[in-house]
């Protein structure tokens, strides 16, 4: 079956020493990105009947048509290639071949391609053979059948395939939430290279591990403590509550924002929620003022110096803002508001900056200017919430007197 690498009868007459140099001319041509030439020489040798040097020239032509996109001539080569039964250049053409059909999408002649790589005898293309076995087992979800060919895989050791193949793998495993699974691959892929997607995923399951810790304290501290809000359902990360006082505030306050923001950091941002909304529902006031705490790191501040209003009003620990910026913070939402902020800006700003550049001076223009930038806030779900604290100012300003404002304020004109 496999066809032999000596000399043959065409040595005599001089052919196969020319094949070789016309399989070095179009080596050289491909490298030099001069395609269609390269593939004209490749195909005098594949046509010319140099047994010798056919299986190298049917590859490096699969190769090059490959690579100029005609993908039918390149599978015709690559299977020339194969029928040679060449030790190294058929299976390196069934690879080749492999690869093409997993790129089209052709599960069946991809796995058949792999097969013949496998039956090739060549064990250094082993490896990647059942690394792409594993991918189509595992696409079609036969995970049973994926995970020999997954431990063929990491057998070995194959130093360009394996770790790349243990950095697929781990990341399945830990999409299963397999993490015991998952942190084996990784330091079996580690072991045998360096790879800095194995160190990022090895960082992950040191997440996973994190966030099973933080979780089993939320759950000690009973962190669902309280009446369930409708429609939340249990959070899967505290799915039960041990008696209040187990767990001092500041220990189940700090796995509240841990969990939560580790779960955020994981892009579960709806169990990160959950988490925030369970801690701030804690049955133990303490716990419950601890986690409002963490959760409102960072928050402005009132000014002590400036704690008066103007009105003599004393100002309030809570403005009429924190309540959308608890959320954001909760929800991992915070980027989403700071731009919404930043555009209601810019748009206000261009409202009141427009009659200036323009030099209108009268004062129904300044007016109509001035109507657009302040409704603009009430576009956004948090504007209601300014309009509303500007008529409460309003009001206690003008003492007795009624706000000279309409009902449906801002969204009419006086």
Same mark, same amino acid.
Request: hydrophobic letters at 40%; a negative charge; glycine letters at 10%.
């Given at each position: 079956m496999t066809a032999?690498?000596?000399?043959? @009868?065409? &040595?005599?007459?001089?052919?196969?020493?020319?094949?070789?140099?016309?399989?070095?001319?179009?080596?050289?041509?491909?490298?030099?990105?001069?395609?269609?030439?390269?593939?004209?020489?490749?195909?005098?040798?594949?046509?010319?009947?140099?047994?010798?040097?056919?299986?190298?020239?049917?590859?490096?032509?699969?190769?090059?048509?490959?690579d100029m996109g005609e993908v039918a001539a390149s599978r015709s080569a690559a299977r020339t290639a194969?029928? @040679?039964?060449?030790?190294?250049?058929?299976?390196?053409?069934?690879?080749?071949?492999?690869?093409?059909?997993?790129?089209?999408? &052709?599960? /069946?002649?991809?796995?058949?391609?792999?097969? &013949?790589?496998?039956?090739?005898?060549?064990?250094?293309?082993?490896?990647?053979?059942?690394?792409?076995?594993?991918?189509?087992?595992?696409?079609?979800?036969? @995970?049973?059948?994926?995970?020999?060919?997954?431990?063929?895989?990491?057998?070995? &050791?194959?130093?360009?395939?394996?770790?790349?193949?243990?950095?697929?793998?781990?990341?399945?495993?830990?999409?299963?939430?397999?993490?015991?699974a998952a942190a084996d691959v990784v330091h079996r892929g580690l072991e045998l290279g360096e790879h800095t997607g194995l160190r990022l995923l090895l960082g992950a399951v040191h997440v996973e591990y994190a966030i099973g810790a933080f979780a089993a304290v939320v759950t000690e501290a009973g962190a669902r403590g309280g009446e369930p809000r409708e429609g939340a359902?249990?959070?899967?990360?505290?799915?039960?509550?041990?008696? /209040?006082?187990?767990?001092?505030p500041e220990v189940a306050g700090g796995a509240v924002e841990l969990l939560a923001r580790l779960l955020a950091v994981r892009g579960d941002g709806e169990a990160a929620e959950r988490v925030w909304a369970d801690g701030l529902a804690h049955r133990d006031p303490a716990t419950a003022d601890e986690v409002r705490a963490r959760l409102r790191r960072g928050f402005l501040a009132p000014d002590p110096e400036t704690a008066e209003q103007e009105d003599g009003q004393a100002r309030e620990d809570e403005v009429w803002w924190d309540p959308y910026v608890e959320a954001a913070a909760a929800q991992h939402s915070a980027p989403m508001l700071t731009g919404e902020l930043f555009v209601a800006l810019n748009r206000m700003y261009t409202h009141l900056a427009l009659p200036l550049a323009q030099g209108e001076n009268n004062a129904a223009a300044l007016r109509?200017?001035?109507?657009?930038?302040?409704?603009?806030?009430?576009?956004?779900?948090?504007?209601?919430?300014?309009?509303?604290?500007?008529? /409460?100012?309003?009001?206690?300003?003008?003492?007795s007197r009624e706000p000279v404002l309409p009902e449906d304020w801002p969204d009419a004109a006086e």
């Open positions: 032999s690498a000596g000399s043959s @009868t065409h &040595d005599a007459a001089g052919d196969e020493s020319e094949s070789k140099s016309l399989c070095d001319q179009a080596r050289d041509l491909a490298e030099n990105g001069h395609l269609n030439r390269a593939a004209q020489v490749y195909e005098r040798v594949v046509e010319g009947g140099a047994q010798r040097y056919l299986p190298l020239a049917a590859l490096g032509l699969a190769v090059v048509r490959h194969i029928g @040679t039964g060449h030790p190294e250049f058929a299976p390196r053409a069934a690879y080749h071949l492999a690869l093409s059909f997993e790129a089209e999408g &052709d599960a /069946e002649q991809a796995r058949a391609a792999w097969r &013949d790589v496998l039956d090739s005898g060549n064990n250094r293309y082993r490896p990647a053979a059942h690394y792409g076995l594993a991918r189509l087992a595992e696409d079609r979800g036969d @995970t049973e059948t994926a995970e020999a060919h997954w431990d063929q895989v990491l057998s070995s &050791d194959s130093v360009e395939i394996v770790p790349e193949a243990a950095h697929d793998y781990a990341a399945r495993l830990l999409a299963r939430g397999l993490t015991d359902g249990p959070a899967p990360e505290a799915p039960g509550a041990a008696p /209040e006082g187990a767990v001092a109509r200017a001035l109507e657009e930038a302040v409704r603009t806030p009430g576009q956004y779900v948090w504007g209601r919430a300014l309009h509303d604290d500007f008529r /409460e100012r309003l009001r206690l300003a003008a003492g």
